[in-house]
């Protein structure tokens, strides 16, 4: 039971760190597109 509630929160937790990154990611590029 704790091993399975552990996996999910590691998964829920990665998802959220992926979410950031490729919003940031974005928010990079569109800068970047702004300055030339």
Partial sequence: ???QLK???????RKRY???CKARAK???I???KRG
Avoid: S, W, Y
């Fill in 31 to 33: 800068a970047a597109r």
């Fill in 7 to 13: 996996k999910v929160v590691k998964r829920a937790r």
């Fill in 18 to 20: 992926v979410q950031r």
């Fill in 1 to 3: 039971m704790g091993q």
């Fill in 27 to 29: 928010t990079a590029r």
